[in-house]
């Protein structure tokens, strides 16, 4: 398994010269604005430049390629736990092979295919917390049949080192260098599109645990995790909703020695609508946690997030407001708390 990992790299590094030609540059930054209701303090910061490499538009090859580096603190990675140890990070990098329209294969670092990824800026994806916007490194099988969309993937691993358990804007939600780490996941999913307008999926994955507590690195513990999803368009209106269940076994060598339960269990409920005016986009985001874990908090959780983006052009201005009585830590853990804060949030791309 450990070869074949290494091996889903080499795609992503030996480009023809003829691909090299055909690469289109961009870039872009952010900074933001924070302001916490509750200890009134306040930061102007968290700022990152992006580095984007992609193939241009070429009907006439099978093959394509994306790439994404982030520098800088507000790059949504955890340097602790990321591949550089620093405020640097490759976001994603993957080549694909289109064997024809509708069926191709993805290699190396991209999302996983798991319900959808929420459409605000800085708050983050609240109580989705690691099923927001995965990002591993493997295989990806995409393959569209007249009215549904499926996806299969296969990930050795989560991050590109083998003691990395950061995957960037789902951090600190898998582990930690000291504790354990995902290996060899398995995910599908499946998208029934009813019509242009609305569609109903469902997605599963299931992984191993790789403890880090007594230098033997073995595999014993596991996660799964399932949603049931829809996402619809009505005009200007866009509504989203899933339903995730979450498992986690943790490895037997990190349990005991923190005294924490050997099993994670939670169910989580999500929505998002969103609507369109012009270059104005208004949003909010809702998501309902409840824990069945033994010992765990016992009353169902809230977070919500609402907001509103505007377009000028080469970028965006967002203005949101997160509130959340609850947080999830890196074992899954739902653990009771009171945050409110605004965030003004400003991208510039070129």
Same mark, same amino acid.
């Given at each position: 398994?450990?070869?074949?990992?290494?091996?889903?790299?080499?795609?992503? %590094?030996?480009?023809?010269?003829?691909?090299?030609?055909?690469?289109?540059?961009?870039?872009?930054? /952010?900074?933001?604005?924070?302001?916490?209701?509750? !200890?009134?303090?306040?930061?102007?910061?968290?700022?990152?430049?992006?580095?984007?490499?992609?193939?241009?538009?070429?009907?006439?090859?099978?093959?394509?390629? !994306?790439?994404?580096?982030?520098?800088?603190?507000?790059?949504?990675?955890?340097?602790?736990?990321?591949? @550089?140890? @620093?405020?640097?990070?490759?976001?994603?990098?993957?080549?694909?092979?289109?064997?024809?329209?509708?069926?191709?294969?993805?290699?190396?670092?991209?999302?996983?295919?798991?319900? /959808?990824?929420?459409?605000?800026?800085?708050?983050?994806?609240?109580?989705?917390?690691?099923?927001?916007?995965?990002?591993?490194?493997?295989?990806?099988? $995409?393959? @569209?049949?007249?009215?549904?969309?499926? $996806?299969?993937?296969?990930?050795?691993?989560?991050? /590109?080192? !083998?003691?990395?358990?950061?995957?960037?804007?789902?951090?600190?939600? /898998?582990?930690?260098?000291?504790?354990?780490? &995902?290996?060899?996941?398995?995910?599908?999913?499946?998208?029934?599109?009813?019509?242009?307008?609305?569609?109903?999926?469902?997605?599963?994955?299931?992984?191993?645990?790789?403890?880090?507590?007594?230098? &033997?690195?073995?595999?014993?513990?596991?996660? $799964?995790?399932?949603?049931?999803?829809? $996402?619809?368009?009505?005009?200007?209106?866009?509504?989203?909703? !899933?339903? %995730?269940?979450?498992?986690?076994?943790?490895?037997?060598?990190?349990? %005991?020695?923190?005294?924490?339960?050997?099993? %994670?269990?939670?169910?989580?409920?999500?929505?998002?609508?969103?609507?369109?005016?012009?270059?104005?986009?208004?949003?909010?985001?809702?998501?309902?946690? &409840?824990?069945?874990?033994?010992?765990?908090?016992?009353?169902?959780?809230?977070?919500?997030?609402?907001?509103?983006?505007?377009?000028?052009?080469?970028?965006?201005?967002?203005?949101?407001?997160?509130?959340?009585?609850?947080?999830?830590?890196?074992?899954?853990?739902?653990? &009771?708390?009171?945050?409110?804060?605004?965030?003004?949030?400003?991208?510039?791309?070129?």
């Amino acid at each position: 398994m450990r070869q074949l990992s290494y091996l889903l790299f080499a795609p992503c %590094i030996t480009i023809s010269a003829n691909a090299i030609a055909e690469v289109g540059y961009a870039g872009g930054f /952010w900074i933001n604005y924070s302001y916490n209701e509750n !200890s009134y303090d306040t930061n102007l910061g968290d700022q990152a430049l992006i580095f984007y490499l992609d193939k241009k538009n070429d009907k006439h090859s099978p093959w394509h390629y !994306s790439a994404e580096f982030r520098l800088g603190p507000g790059g949504f990675s955890d340097p602790d736990n990321n591949t @550089s140890g @620093s405020d640097y990070v490759l976001h994603k990098a993957w080549v694909s092979y289109d064997f024809s329209e509708a069926h191709k294969l993805v290699m190396g670092k991209s999302q996983l295919p798991f319900a /959808w990824k929420t459409a605000n800026f800085w708050p983050g994806d609240m109580f989705l917390a690691a099923y927001g916007d995965q990002m591993d490194v493997g295989l990806k099988y $995409q393959g @569209s049949f007249s009215n549904a969309t499926v $996806q299969i993937a296969y990930y050795p691993r989560d991050d /590109w080192r !083998s003691t990395s358990t950061d995957s960037t804007d789902d951090n600190r939600h /898998w582990g930690s260098r000291h504790t354990y780490r &995902k290996l060899n996941t398995l995910v599908g999913d499946f998208q029934w599109h009813i019509s242009s307008s609305h569609t109903l999926g469902f997605s599963a994955q299931n992984a191993e645990l790789e403890e880090f507590v007594t230098g &033997k690195k073995q595999t014993d513990g596991e996660h $799964q995790a399932m949603a049931a999803y829809y $996402q619809g368009q009505f005009e200007s209106l866009s509504v989203k909703l !899933s339903y %995730i269940d979450g498992e986690r076994q943790l490895p037997q060598a990190y349990y %005991i020695a923190n005294n924490l339960p050997n099993e %994670i269990k939670n169910t989580r409920y999500n929505t998002e609508v969103s609507y369109q005016v012009g270059d104005w986009t208004f949003l909010v985001d809702v998501t309902l946690a &409840k824990s069945n874990t033994q010992g765990g908090v016992n009353s169902t959780v809230s977070a919500w997030a609402p907001g509103v983006r505007y377009n000028y052009g080469p970028g965006w201005v967002y203005l949101e407001y997160l509130n959340q009585d609850a947080w999830f830590d890196r074992d899954m853990r739902i653990n &009771k708390g009171d945050f409110a804060a605004w965030y003004l949030t400003l991208d510039y791309y070129w």
